[in-house]
């Protein structure tokens, strides 16, 4: 049986370039759109994600559209001992379905002191150095989808 998912989303985390940025800890998100919330659990797969300086790539279906994204909250439960923090660059979102963008930079550490943390990153329209970072990665902003689609893309299915 074939189910149309209305939002279909890549999400893409940008973390730091340098050593102890990266984390194996889980990672949750929550989507915040103007129409509706999303909640996504467990980023970390069995592959190595959010190494330091990896571009990590997921792919989120959603039975629902979420409108606009306001915000996101990303939660880290610092449920691993040998490096429970993260320093996350940006993450970046692209609706293939309806062909909307949004960004968010953060250029900080989620999580600490063996506690686990939720930050909420709002939108923020691209300025020029983000561009410019998100373009060494091989992302044009105006051609995300197609981009965002060449790497290996985990898929996440909420509904």
Known sequence: MFLWRT??????FKTA????AGTSAQLSMKLNGSQSSG?????????????????????ILSDFDLGDIKSIEITNHMNNDDNPEWFLEWAVI???????????PLRNWIGGGGMAESVTINHSKMEDSFLSQIAHYA???YHVTRNLKQRTIKQLVHS
Do not use: M, Q
């Open 17 to 20: 370039n340098f050593y102890g």
């Open 94 to 104: 692209h609706d293939d379905v309806n062909d909307r963008l949004w960004t968010f």
């Open 139 to 141: 992302i044009n902003p």
């Open 7 to 12: 939002f279909h989303c890549p999400v893409g």
């Open 39 to 59: 909640f996504i659990k467990d980023f970390n797969g069995p592959d190595d994600d959010f190494e330091h300086g990896s571009f990590d790539v997921f792919k």
